[in-house]
């Protein structure tokens, strides 16, 4: 009941200082939404929402904010004269450690901030990576996965050493200046602001800041693909907005424009931040954003949640030393794809090492293109593929099943009744769980059961991409061997015809070569 009357209000809040879903500048509205947009609840989807009051065209203007309502480092910092004074001795703290100090300085102050009714909608937890413990942590079993949650906790950790001074400065109350409220507050900006083009922390946009996410559509002029730049959850969103439309009014603004590039972005010709639908929507769907293209661990790290099919998720294969003087793109691309199967960078420099050293020279042109370089070399190839797969596998504590049923044993752990049976070593994880919290399902021990599952649902689509790509590989060099062998068969029948081209028939993979091609 609370919760709605609070919701109620800031509509009402937004409404006041200009935030509308209406193409219509001036409106007499007690609510900034219901035009073309309403808060709703998408238990399977993100959440709280936005979903179409009716239906929307691609491109069409569905909400705007005005610069007036979006908070950011400069307003809060020229409305309080202490917190601007104190800001003058701390010089190395960053963009985004002061929006962070800013943001608990308007905590601080209750009901007397201008944003109060603002600050009451934010999510009162987060569960990205910096907010893990060292069971959830240990959860994710991948290396690189452990190695990226523990390097966001320690920057967490000397991001809020290096902000506590000036907090004590500003005379924040003692709960303010915990380690859990900097996590707070640094998660907030992470996951919630916004590209601006004056102030690379962004901006915490009230209402922008309900779109949920989901994945950018492939852009078929290759174009900025709006990778993150800072912390901010919305700083894909450029300013690309900047002197176009220049002289529209927000009316004209409203037209469906199924070229525009960006969800979102902030427009100067009218003084917001302005909000399109980027496909058609039917009343009643929820209205996405895209926050940029991620894997399903930056979206844990960044924004904490994962998506059950994200076409951008991967999981990065290692080189061995040797092969990476071979490979001329960097390291982020080399990976095996939701599909399961291996980026075209990590599939050609494979081919490459799998070629004769004295031979990579005249081949690298093929490995390069994207083709085949013979049969043999693809064997190599995929039995390498299967090794190192097999490897990463074996890193796993768990088997893919082994993952579902503990996924199915979190899920009854919110109901437990004294009878949970962990009894087999199939469950050593859920009883290490078990004993370090006594399933005392106080609201930490939930949060941290939220965030384990996290963790296991991450870890087994990663395992399900590596068993894919093992089963790929497998099922590949038995077809080409099968290839190889009845390929050496018709050579060994043709020399036995032909004598005396037996010579120029033994060059090494001549004519396998051009049986290939």
Known sequence: MEEAANLESFLQWGAAIGISDSPISHTSS?????????????????????????????????????????????????????????????PSLSSTQILSIALLNEVNKGRSSWWYTYLLQLPRTYDLLASFGQFEIEALQIDDAIWTAEKAVLKGKEEWEEATPLMSELNLKPRLTTFNAWLWASATISSRTMHIPWDTAGCLCPVGDYFNYTPPEEDPYNLNNGKVCGAGSFSHVTSSLEGENEGNSMEQLSDANTDRLTDAGYDETVASYCFYAKRNYGKGEQVLLSYGTYTNLELLEHYGFILQENPNDKAFISLETEMYSLCSWPKESLYISQDGKPSFALLSTVRLWATPVTKRRSVKHIAYSGQRISNENEIAVMEWFAKKCQVMLSSFSASIDEDALIMRIIDKIQDYDGDLDCSTALCDEVRTFVESTKLDLCSKTRRSIYRWKLAVQWRHRVNGKIHQETNDAGNITRKNTKKQQKLVIQQHQKISNNPEQEASERLPGEGENQQNE
Not at 32 to 57: I, K, Q
């Open 30 to 90: 007690s609510s900034c939404l219901g035009h073309s947009l309403s808060v709703s609840y998408f238990p399977e989807a993100g959440g709280r929402g936005l979903a179409a009051t009716r239906d929307l065209r691609k491109g069409e203007l569905v909400l705007r904010v005005p610069k007036a309502a979006l908070m950011t480092s400069d307003c809060l910092i020229g409305k309080d004269h202490k917190l601007s004074a104190a800001l003058g001795k701390y």
